[in-house]
């Protein structure tokens, strides 16, 4: 299933109030589908991909803060029914267009986070996409996720036949999962929550090139970084700071 389809808006419920200091102090926000803040170097996504699986619920990203590769940001949300699904992947995507991997020798990024909320069910992770082409619409032949924390149950494409390795990046330790979408899907999940990241993103995309066999010939279509609810409530995401830069 993509993530990134549009499904139109069809719950009655009202967005959540802006309760947070930060929230009222935000330089813009989004509460639907299909709009984005775009600032120098991320496009902001609200990306309410799965909210027609939820029987209720909204959900409102505020953009904080953005300097070149730098952004924070906050994202409040209430989801209840469908409860194996995701309803949203509210993230930002560094806006640099694809990279062949071959060609990336560093995607330095650094990652400080919190969550609030009651009965939370969600991930907090980045997600990239690799396709053998370059254009950034093209195909996906891959998903690379990478989770700094599972709320509440939450698990990865590929959780049912267990992890196929183990492996030590940026000084954690992360279980790699493989399962099928409309393409393959790799997950690094944290064997602990990791609330402030500091690493080097290129180093899980080179363990995938050097173990799994992924060609270092495909290319970087897009890198977001955000969090994948699927139920909860008066839950609220924020972000203080995020940045990443890709190094070629």
């Given at each position: 299933?993509?993530?990134?389809?549009?499904?139109?808006?069809?719950?009655?419920?009202?967005?959540?109030?802006?309760a947070?200091?930060?929230?009222?102090?935000?330089?813009?926000?989004?509460?639907?589908?299909?709009?984005i803040?775009?600032?120098?170097?991320?496009?902001?996504?609200?990306?309410?991909?799965?909210?027609?699986?939820?029987?209720?619920?909204?959900?409102?990203?505020?953009?904080?803060?953005?300097?070149?590769?730098?952004?924070?940001?906050?994202?409040?949300?209430?989801?209840?029914?469908?409860?194996?699904?995701?309803?949203?992947?509210?993230?930002?995507?560094?806006?640099?267009?694809?990279?062949?991997?071959?060609?990336?020798?560093?995607?330095?990024?650094?990652?400080?986070?919190?969550?609030?909320?009651?009965?939370?069910?969600a991930?907090?992770?980045?997600?990239?996409?690799?396709?053998?082409?370059d254009?950034?619409?093209?195909?996906?032949?891959?998903?690379?996720?990478i989770?700094?924390?599972?709320?509440?149950?939450?698990?990865?494409?590929?959780?049912e036949?267990?992890p196929?390795?183990?492996a030590?990046?940026?000084?954690?330790?992360?279980?790699?999962?493989?399962?099928?979408?409309?393409w393959?899907?790799?997950?690094?999940?944290?064997?602990?929550?990791?609330?402030?990241?500091?690493?080097?993103?290129m180093?899980?995309?080179?363990?995938?090139?050097?173990?799994?066999?992924?060609?270092?010939?495909?290319?970087?279509?897009?890198?977001?970084?955000?969090?994948?609810?699927?139920?909860?409530?008066d839950?609220w995401?924020?972000?203080?700071?995020?940045?990443?830069?890709?190094?070629?």
């Amino acid at each position: 299933m993509n993530r990134y389809l549009s499904i139109p808006l069809c719950l009655a419920s009202a967005v959540p109030a802006l309760a947070a200091l930060g929230a009222r102090d935000a330089i813009a926000s989004i509460c639907t589908q299909n709009n984005i803040i775009t600032t120098s170097d991320f496009i902001l996504y609200n990306n309410l991909w799965g909210e027609d699986y939820a029987t209720s619920g909204s959900e409102c990203t505020y953009l904080d803060y953005d300097s070149g590769n730098s952004i924070s940001w906050q994202t409040s949300w209430t989801w209840a029914g469908g409860a194996d699904y995701v309803k949203s992947y509210p993230n930002a995507v560094l806006n640099v267009g694809a990279k062949q991997l071959s060609t990336i020798t560093s995607i330095p990024s650094t990652w400080g986070w919190s969550y609030t909320g009651t009965d939370l069910v969600a991930d907090v992770s980045y997600d990239a996409f690799f396709s053998s082409s370059d254009s950034t619409t093209a195909a996906h032949d891959y998903e690379v996720m990478i989770w700094l924390a599972a709320y509440g149950g939450i698990a990865p494409i590929g959780n049912e036949d267990g992890p196929i390795a183990s492996a030590t990046i940026a000084g954690y330790t992360w279980d790699l999962y493989e399962g099928p979408n409309d393409w393959t899907v790799y997950s690094f999940v944290a064997t602990e929550t990791i609330t402030d990241f500091d690493g080097d993103i290129m180093e899980f995309f080179t363990y995938l090139i050097d173990n799994e066999g992924v060609p270092d010939t495909y290319y970087l279509q897009t890198l977001g970084a955000g969090t994948e609810p699927k139920t909860g409530s008066d839950a609220w995401f924020t972000v203080a700071p995020y940045t990443i830069s890709i190094n070629a």
